[in-house]
């Protein structure tokens, strides 16, 4: 894995710990009592109950490797960075598409807690990469795979 840190909200973090919980004390106890229960069916070399509970182990393993990983290189995002009017990694910007007449607000946060539908985009993401360290007023130009976009910040909060 990586040693890049996890930038996270209080929010991100609370919801990465309490998932890591579930998985770690009812998830992995429920995986295991599928292959035990499978086992007890008999031959389990051709058993689909048996291939199916281990595959869901391994899948609940390597989620909570993946978040023991996250929380581990967490680091906690400013709750108020606006102190210098700088887009950073917790502020919310909104911006003016050039192409629209519609403004767009997003919230620039840590990749673990990125979901563009709810307006949370990546600091590593194209747009959000090219709007760090923007201010108010700025003109930014953006290479996303659907094509070039222009925006204009309007504000930084």
Do not use: F
Not at 19 to 30: A, D, G, I, S, Y
Not at 70 to 95: F, K, Q, Y
């Amino acid at each position: 894995m990586t040693d890049k840190p996890t930038y996270l909200t209080r929010e991100g973090r609370a919801k990465l710990e309490a998932e890591l919980e579930q998985l770690t004390t009812v998830e992995r106890r429920h995986v295991a009592e599928r292959i035990a229960a499978a086992k007890e069916l008999g031959d389990i070399s051709e058993s689909g109950e048996y291939e199916d509970a281990k595959k869901s182990q391994a899948m609940t393993e390597g989620r909570i490797r993946e978040l023991k990983s996250l929380l581990s290189r967490a680091e906690m995002i400013d709750e108020d960075p606006v102190a210098n009017g700088e887009v950073r990694v917790g502020c919310s910007v909104t911006v003016r598409l050039d192409d629209e007449d519609e403004e767009e607000t997003w919230m620039i946060v840590g990749s673990a807690e990125a979901n563009p539908r709810q307006g949370r985009i990546s600091n590593e993401s194209p747009i959000g990469s090219a709007l760090l360290g923007k201010r108010a007023r700025n003109k930014v130009t953006v290479q996303t795979p659907s094509g070039v976009m222009k925006m204009t910040i309007l504000k930084v909060r």
